[in-house]
C-alpha cells in the first residue's frame, strides 16, 4: 500500500476501522517510535462530538499508566481533527483469538490473563476510572500471550455504534445491567463485564442461551431473564471456585457482586495451589506418560517394593540379573501424584457418606414438614439468587397502619399514547370497599410472623422483597391468624382460592390496586400514584441510587398511601390476561394461569415502569430484590 503522513508520522497500516475511528501503525520519523495513531473517520472529521468523545478516552488514558493498560502519550488537537497518540501493543483482540482458537486456551493461560485484567481494573479503579465498556473487543492479546485493556473514557452507550460481524456477541451483552436500564456506574459494573469475559474464553460462549437473530437490545432482555449455563452441560471443565466466583460477580443487583476487583483477587490468590507448580509439573510430563487407574499405580508401588526387597536378599551378581524379572517401570509414578490419588479416593468416599447423610436429611423434612405439615406447601423453581437468611425471634405483634378506599366504580386502564398494548380497551369494574396498607410490608412487619427475613438489602425500616407469590399467601394467613381475623387463602391440590368476604389479610386485586394507585378516582388521574412528576411520589432508577428505600419518604396519593408508585414492584392477585379477554371476573381475574401480574415499578426500573395503569408480570414463584408487596382487608361494616 502506499505510505501517508500525519505530520511528523508515517502511516505503516490500517489496524482498525470503523464508523467512528480509525487506527493506524505509524512510524515517528524522526525516534523511529512506532505507535498507535487513534482520529476520527475521515468522512465525520467536522464531528464535534466525534472529536470530544476522542479527547475523554484520551484524557482518561493519560491518567493511567499500568503494564495491562495501553499507555496514551499525547493528544493533538488540531483545527480540522485531533489524534490520539499511543502504545502500538503487537497482538490481536481477544475476540479475533477466540474466534481463531476454537478450544477453550489452557487453564493456566486463563487463570493469567484473569489476574492481569483484575489488577489492571483493581489500579484503574483506585484512579476512579471505570471502564464502562469492556469487552472482548477492548482486550488484545500480546505475542507473549499477555492481556491488555484498551478503550477507557469511551461513554457507556459506544455499543450503540458498534458494527458487530455474523457469529459475533455485541458489545451489549457484556454491558452490565444497571449500565444498560439505568446508566448507573459503579466499579462493580466492570466485575460483570470482566465475568462475562471470562466465562466466555472457559466455554466459548457468553453465559446465557441468547438468540442472536434478535437485536441487540432484545438479546440483552434475554440476557437479564435467563439462568447462567452450568459449563458441564457445554462438556467444559471449570473449577468450581471460579464458577461460583463468576456468578456473584453476574449477580444483577451491583451491590450483591464484590465489592471490588480486590476481593476478587484475594479470591484467585488463595487457589494458588490449585494448580501444579511450574517444576511439579515438567516432572510430570518427563516421568508420567499416562497412568489409567489408581490400580496401575497400586500395581507399580507393588514392583517397586518387590524390587528392593530382591535387591536387598539376593547377591550382587544375582542382583543384577534378576534386572530383567523384575524391570523398574520405565515410567514410575511420581510419590506426590500417588499421594493426591489416595486422598482423591478418600474424598471420594467422603462425598458420597456426605451424599447419604444429605439424603437423610432431606426425606427427615420432607416428612416432617410436608407430609405432617398442618398446611400443603408448593413445589416451586429455586430461585437462582441465594441469601443468607438467619433465624431470628419474632417482632413484637403489631396491627399494620391502613387507609380505607370507599366503594366506587372503577374505569380501568388507559388509551393516552404512552400506554401500551396491555393496557387497553378500558374495562369499567365495580370496587367494593377496602382497606389496604398505607406502605409497602416492612421487613420488621415480616418479622412479626416469620423468624427469618428473605431481603437482599436488610433493615427493619426497609419494604421485604425478595419474597414469592405463595410466601406471601402464607403471610397473610399467618398474619391474619395473629390479629384475629378469619384467613382469607385456603388450598386445594395445587391452587390457592381465596376467599374474598372473609376479612383477613389479603393481596389486593389488580383493579383494587390500581383503583387505589389513582387515589380513588375514577377519572382525571395522575400519571403515577400522586403526582404527574416522577420525583415527587416514587424511586426509580434515575434518583435512587441502584437501591429501595424506607416506604414513606416520598410524597403520598389522595388517599394518603405511600409508593404505589416506584421503590419496589408489588404482587397482586390477577393472572395475568388482556383486558380484551373477557371470559373472566375483571374483578378477582382469571382462575388460572401462567404468570401474576405485578404493578408499580421499582427502584432498578425507569419511570415509565410506575405509572399507575402499566402492566407487568412475573411467575409467582419468582423472588428478586425489587419485588415485595402490600396487603388489602375487605371492609366489612359493623
Not at 475476540?95 to 487453564?107: C, E, Q, T
Request: glycine share 4%; proline share 6%.
Amino acid at each position: 500500500m502506499q505510505e501517508t503522513t500525519l505530520n511528523s508520522y508515517q502511516i505503516i497500516k490500517t489496524v482498525h476501522s470503523s464508523l467512528r475511528f480509525s487506527l493506524y501503525q505509524a512510524k515517528q520519523m524522526e525516534t523511529g517510535q512506532i505507535v498507535l495513531l487513534k482520529t476520527p473517520d475521515t468522512q465525520r472529521l467536522d464531528d464535534e462530538q466525534l472529536k470530544q468523545d476522542l479527547m475523554n478516552e484520551a484524557h482518561t488514558h493519560l491518567k493511567l499508566s499500568h503494564p495491562q493498560i495501553r499507555k496514551v502519550y499525547e493528544i493533538r488537537e488540531e483545527k480540522v481533527t485531533a489524534y490520539l497518540i499511543g502504545e502500538y501493543i503487537e497482538g490481536m483482540s481477544l475476540s479475533a483469538y477466540l474466534k481463531i482458537n476454537s478450544d477453550s486456551p489452557p487453564i493456566e493461560l486463563t487463570l493469567s490473563w484473569l489476574k492481569e485484567l483484575l489488577e489492571a481494573l483493581s489500579y484503574a479503579h483506585k484512579q476512579d476510572c471505570i471502564h464502562l465498556n469492556l469487552n472482548p473487543y477492548n482486550l488484545i492479546v500480546d505475542n507473549t500471550n499477555s492481556v491488555h485493556i484498551i478503550g477507557f473514557g469511551k461513554n457507556h452507550d459506544a455499543y450503540k455504534t458498534a458494527n458487530e460481524k455474523n457469529g459475533t456477541y455485541h458489545p451489549l451483552l457484556y454491558l452490565a445491567p444497571e449500565l444498560f436500564q439505568a446508566g448507573i456506574a459503579l466499579p462493580q459494573s466492570d466485575l460483570y463485564s470482566f465475568a462475562v469475559i471470562a466465562y466466555q474464553i472457559l466455554c466459548g460462549v457468553v453465559p446465557w442461551r441468547i438468540d442472536l437473530q434478535l437485536s441487540p437490545e432484545k438479546q440483552k432482555q434475554q440476557s437479564l431473564c435467563r439462568a447462567v449455563i452450568m459449563p458441564e452441560i457445554l462438556h467444559k471443565q471449570v473449577p468450581d471456585w471460579l464458577f461460583t466466583a463468576l456468578l456473584q460477580c453476574l449477580k444483577l443487583d451491583p451491590h450483591q457482586r464484590f465489592a471490588n476487583a480486590e476481593e476478587l483477587i484475594t479470591v484467585f490468590n488463595e487457589q494458588e495451589n490449585w494448580l501444579p507448580k511450574e517444576d511439579e509439573k515438567v516432572e510430570s510430563v518427563q516421568k508420567v506418560e499416562k497412568i489409567e487407574s489408581i490400580e496401575e499405580v497400586e500395581k507399580i508401588e507393588k514392583v517397586e517394593k518387590v524390587e528392593e526387597t530382591e535387591k536387598k536378599e539376593l547377591p550382587n551378581s544375582q542382583a543384577a540379573s534378576s534386572k530383567t524379572e523384575f524391570a523398574t517401570p520405565k515410567y514410575p509414578a511420581p510419590e506426590s501424584f500417588i499421594t493426591e490419588i489416595k486422598e482423591t479416593k478418600k474424598l471420594k468416599k467422603t462425598f458420597k457418606i456426605l451424599i447419604w447423610l444429605s439424603l437423610i436429611i432431606i426425606l427427615f423434612i420432607i416428612i416432617k414438614y410436608i407430609a405432617f405439615g398442618n398446611r400443603p406447601k408448593f413445589t416451586s423453581v429455586a430461585d437462582s439468587t441465594q441469601v443468607e437468611i438467619s433465624e431470628e425471634p419474632l417482632n413484637e405483634n403489631l396491627p399494620i397502619a391502613m387507609v380505607l378506599v370507599p366503594a366506587d366504580t372503577l374505569v380501568m386502564g388507559n388509551i393516552s399514547p404512552e400506554a401500551e398494548d396491555d393496557e387497553f380497551p378500558l374495562l369499567t369494574i365495580g370496587i367494593p370497599a377496602f382497606y389496604i396498607s398505607k406502605k409497602e410490608i416492612s421487613q420488621a412487619e415480616w418479622m412479626m410472623v416469620f423468624s427469618n427475613n428473605p431481603a437482599h438489602s436488610k433493615d427493619p425500616e426497609l419494604p421485604v422483597e425478595n419474597v414469592n407469590f405463595y410466601d406471601i399467601i402464607d403471610f397473610c394467613n399467618q398474619k391474619s391468624i395473629l390479629d384475629g381475623f378469619e384467613p382469607c387463602y385456603d388450598y386445594y391440590d395445587d391452587e390457592v382460592v381465596c376467599n374474598f368476604s372473609a376479612n383477613g389479610y389479603r393481596l389486593p386485586t389488580e383493579a383494587e390496586w390500581e383503583f387505589a394507585a389513582k387515589g380513588g378516582k375514577r377519572n382525571d388521574f395522575f400519571v403515577y400514584s400522586g403526582s404527574d412528576k416522577a420525583d415527587e411520589v416514587g424511586w426509580y432508577n434515575e434518583n435512587s441510587d441502584a437501591q429501595s428505600h424506607p416506604s414513606g419518604q416520598k410524597k403520598p396519593n389522595q388517599l394518603g398511601i405511600y409508593d404505589l408508585s416506584g421503590n419496589i414492584f408489588e404482587w397482586v392477585w390477577n393472572w395475568y390476561v388482556p383486558y380484551s379477554s373477557r371470559n373472566y371476573d375483571p374483578y378477582k381475574g382469571p382462575d388460572k394461569g401462567i404468570d401474576k401480574v405485578i404493578r408499580g415499578g421499582s427502584w432498578y426500573h425507569n419511570a415509565s415502569e410506575m405509572r399507575v395503569t402499566n402492566r407487568n408480570f412475573a411467575k409467582p414463584y419468582t423472588k428478586n430484590a425489587y419485588l415485595g408487596f402490600r396487603v388489602v382487608r375487605t371492609y366489612s361494616p359493623r
